[in-house]
């Protein structure tokens, strides 16, 4: 009679299961499914739309409204400066200026719509104008005062520079997006993107030679001008967003570090790119052979020649990124699957401003972000223009991770693979976020017929976990492999 023996496991072999067990158990992280993009619980806000250089050029904005309401000193200088307190730097560079309306300016808590407030040099966004103050003649008669120039000076402009500042820490949105974790396929090499802006400062160790020649849309693009040049900074920091290098001594990095930017200056007004210089400037991004095209101003939409300049873009090969436009903005037309609309968030992911409902197609930081400044140093900024370049450069990344995809399919990835794309109710995006926060590890990684394979952003443990799956059944085949022998 045959007898039952039991198989006795080698002694060392239950203190290596324990020991792969643990290391699988401490390093898994389990995969939850994205959580819906929050809903604001109040309406957000609706934001709206220096020092004299030598040749009597300035910085300034126009005060606008906020929901209904004049809007305060310290919100502009929260917007244009990154920070509410420096309020009272632009009340001194203004104080005692007659305005349009005939007031002087001679209270920091008093604002009326339409006054023209200079600010100081490392001012940013989209509303900062560059140039000698619009010469107005006040409501009030005043001493007549001799009239400024309104078109710049024959001689060569000279451009205020940003201070060597750096700004301490990894920036919120770097935290948010981890863009290391997306470079297992490359940093944007071999991809141009178009800035389509102010220009962009060429000089910047950040962009490392790799900022090109690009045009100037606003005059002929034929007769050799450059965009490779930026006065006010604001091409300069979506550029840094874009694609910035880590420099000693600070941690800030652009999200494709490795891209080629050509700068192509475009005109705006009151924050509005104009329409016919933003036509010539797509044309010259897609001449150019730009995989990606971002504009730093608002796109007027209901504008019949720039609808067609961006299907023609898109027909080119070049994925657009705009911003979502706000929602007292009327109704525009449709724009081609290859345009990303995108709106901005800050690090609570409430929404930077109201946009027009079903017209955002995702959501990137655009609240006190960072960037490079002109001249040196970096600069924070708020405003949907700065969520525009965080999403120009992802779609940097996926189009060198896969250049088979045409503009359209790469404009359709970042979609696919944003935070709340898998949890959309009904397969439907939300009327103001969209399909959620852009996911940069997660587009990159996708497989290259649609959805994101399962991605954890922050760390390894995925690997991690499977390596030690594997070892952990190699040590049990070994252990009875041994046993049978004996």
Not at 259 to 268: D, L, Q, S
Not at 298 to 323: E, I, M
């Amino acid at each position: 009679m045959t007898g039952r023996h039991r198989v006795r496991w080698p002694r060392p072999l239950p203190a290596l299961l324990l020991c792969w067990l643990g290391l699988l158990a401490s390093t898994m992280v389990p995969a939850v499914p994205a959580a819906a993009v929050p809903a604001p619980t109040t309406a957000p806000p609706d934001l709206p739309g220096g020092a004299v250089a030598p040749n009597g050029f300035v910085k300034y904005v126009v005060v606008g409204a906020a929901q209904g309401r004049v809007e305060h000193l310290w919100e502009v200088a929260l917007r244009v400066l990154g920070d509410a307190e420096r309020y009272l730097e632009i009340f001194a560079l203004n104080k005692g200026r007659v305005q349009p309306d005939g007031v002087p300016v001679t209270d920091p808590a008093v604002l009326r719509r339409g006054w023209l407030l200079v600010v100081p040099w490392d001012a940013v966004g989209a509303e900062v104008s560059y140039g000698p103050l619009p010469v107005f003649t006040p409501a009030s008669p005043t001493a007549s005062r001799r009239p400024r120039p309104t078109v710049p000076p024959a001689s060569e402009v000279v451009c205020t520079v940003a201070p060597g500042r750096r700004i301490g820490g990894v920036p919120w949105a770097q935290l948010r997006l981890t863009p290391e974790v997306a470079w297992t396929r490359g940093r944007g090499a071999n991809v141009t993107v178009a800035v389509l802006d102010s220009g962009v400062d060429g000089a910047l160790p950040a962009l490392d030679g790799r900022v090109r020649p690009g045009a100037d849309a606003t005059v002929d693009p034929t007769d050799g001008s450059r965009g490779d040049r930026d006065c006010t900074g604001h091409g300069t920091a979506m550029a840094g967003i874009v694609a910035a290098s880590r420099q000693r001594g600070t941690d800030f990095v652009g999200l494709a570090p490795e891209a080629t930017i050509v700068p192509v200056r475009i005109g705006r007004s009151a924050g509005t790119a104009d329409s016919a210089s933003l036509v010539t400037a797509l044309r010259v991004a897609t001449a150019a052979g730009a995989g990606v095209a971002l504009i730093g101003a608002s796109v007027d939409t209901t504008d019949k020649r720039v609808v067609a300049a961006l299907r023609t873009a898109v027909a080119r090969g070049t994925t657009v990124v705009v911003a979502a436009r706000a929602a007292t903005a009327p109704a525009g037309t449709t724009l081609p699957e290859g345009v990303l609309r995108v709106g901005a968030v800050g690090p609570d992911d409430r929404l930077a401003e109201v946009y027009r409902s079903g017209e955002v197609d995702v959501v990137a930081p655009g609240v006190d972000v960072v960037s490079l400044g002109i001249g040196s140093g970096e600069v924070q900024g708020t405003g949907t223009d700065y969520a525009v370049a965080f999403v120009a450069g992802l779609v940097a990344l996926v189009r060198a991770s896969e250049p088979r995809l045409d503009a359209v399919a790469a404009a359709a990835r970042v979609r696919a693979t944003a935070d709340g794309a898998s949890t959309a109710a009904a397969g439907r995006p939300d009327p103001w976020y969209g399909w959620g926060m852009i996911n940069p590890a997660a587009a990159v990684n996708a497989t290259l017929a649609g959805p994101a394979t399962t991605v954890e952003r922050r760390s390894p443990a995925g690997a991690i976990a499977v390596l030690a799956t594997i070892l952990t059944l190699a040590t049990l085949t070994v252990g009875l492999r041994r046993r049978r022998r004996h």
